[in-house]
Structure formats: C-alpha cells, structure tokens
C-alpha cells in the first residue's frame, strides 16, 4: 500500500488521517493464511519539523489451534509508531520517495510483532488425548489413563514407599 503525501504537503497542514484498506493477499506473508482486508487509519502529523505517523490497523489469519489443531480465525489490532524520513530508535522508520511512503513492510513488521505466540479455538479448548489422537472437543476420550513412561516406572514405586 503506497500512499501518496503530495496533497498533505501542498495544504502545509500539521495534521491529516488517510484511511488503509487493501486486501490482505498482497502482503505476501508466507507463513501464515491472511485472510479478508487489512483495515485502519495513519495519522500524519508534524512535530519539531519532523514527520511522524500514527498507523492503526485490524488483520485477520487463520491457523491450527494450539491444543486441538482445527483452523481457528484471528482478527488481531496493532498500533504502530512511524517516523518519516528522519530515523529513530523507537519508532519504525520510513522512506520518502518521490512524495509516496511505502506501508507494506511496516505493516508486515507490525503483523510478526503483535501476532500472539498460539491461537486457540476456545480457552477451555480440551486438545487432544496424547494416547489415542481423539480430539477431546469432539469427544470423550476412552483411554483408560495416564500412559507411563517405560524409562521412569521405577519412579512410581518410590511413591508407594513411605519415607
């Protein structure tokens, strides 16, 4: 998503919103299924003769839920700090070319950056019976009990014996 700044410094304005709306495929993140159309709004503004971005923005992917593996959706916000054309530690840096600021690798900085460690269908998602391969959300698991390790079976006697 490229968007072109020539109006915001042709009216000298210190402040002007441009909504973001793209479909997600043209991300082109290989890891993950992107799904539907990356939504939100940047905030340009200048501060200290500097240009500065305020960039929010909704995404959704699909991946196998941690505990149970079905697909599951997650729609996900991030907000994003952006300095234009003046580098900074804290905040993501962007090139001004011609005019235009490119938002695809800060958008896709900030997808790896706020996308949680596992997706769950659910919390009280029950996962899989390690025994048996059954989903436990389906159904109940007819596996009689906890399978032992054959290495650590001498470890239960010491349980049984009183100290």
């Keep these: 998503m490229i968007l072109d700044l020539k109006d915001f410094f042709k009216k000298n304005e210190m402040?002007?919103?441009f909504e973001i709306n793209f479909d997600a495929k043209e991300l082109?993140?290989?890891?993950?299924f992107m799904i539907g159309r990356i939504t939100g709004h940047l905030d340009l503004y200048y501060s200290d003769d500097n240009l500065f971005g305020d960039l929010n923005y909704t995404y959704a992917y699909t991946e196998p839920c941690?505990?149970?593996?079905e697909m599951v959706e997650v729609s996900?916000?991030?907000d994003v700090t952006l300095s234009i054309d003046n580098e900074s530690e804290e905040d993501l840096y962007v090139s001004l070319v011609d005019d235009k600021i490119n938002l695809i690798p800060v958008i896709i900085d900030g997808i790896y950056l706020?996308?949680?460690m596992r997706a769950l269908c659910s919390e009280e998602c029950k996962g899989i019976c390690p025994e048996c391969g059954s989903n436990k959300n389906i159904k109940p698991c007819e596996c009689e009990g906890q399978k032992i390790d054959p290495r650590l079976k001498d470890l239960m006697n010491l349980l049984d014996k009183e100290v």
């Design 15 to 17: 402040h002007q919103r």
């Design 28 to 32: 082109e993140i290989d890891d993950w």
């Design 66 to 69: 941690a505990r149970c593996n």
């Design 76 to 78: 996900q916000t991030t």
């Design 114 to 116: 706020s996308k949680p």
